[in-house]
């Protein structure tokens, strides 16, 4: 049975930090492609950030470069969002997701955490 579990996720004011959490169980992230994605409301599920597995590489879009983290703790099978500077454009459901394959698509994903809300206030 393969479990994403997100954590994190809470109202905050722009300008403020969050670090979301996903804890995995079922699987060992070392062998999986990780990523984050986000869906805010009436727009379509987006990539925020990517993780290859071996943690050598990752990558952001312009959106969130230079704002967003992606991380993992091999040890406690955990990967990391860390988001600064937060807008009121990055109000969204976040969710984990792992693939065992390298590519950053919603379609190539082969789990889904159940997502964890971020809101910014103005």
């Known amino acids: 049975q393969v479990q994403l579990e997100e954590s994190g996720g809470g109202l905050v004011q722009a300008g403020d930090s969050l670090r979301l959490s996903c804890a995995g169980s079922?699987?060992?992230?070392?062998?999986?492609?990780m990523a984050w994605f986000r869906q805010a409301p009436g727009k379509e599920r987006e990539l925020v950030s990517g993780?290859?597995?071996?943690?050598?590489?990752?990558y952001y879009p312009d959106s969130v470069k230079g704002r967003f983290t992606i991380s993992r703790d091999s040890t406690k099978n955990t990967v990391f969002l860390q988001m600064n500077s937060l807008s009121v454009e990055d109000t969204a459901v976040y969710y984990c997701?792992?693939?065992?394959?390298?590519?950053?698509?919603?379609?190539?994903?082969?789990?889904w955490g159940r997502g964890t809300l971020v809101t910014v206030s103005s």
């Open positions: 993780l290859s597995a071996s943690g050598g590489s990752a």
């Open positions: 079922g699987l060992t992230f070392s062998s999986y492609t």
């Open positions: 997701a792992a693939s065992s394959g390298a590519v950053l698509s919603v379609s190539e994903m082969d789990y």
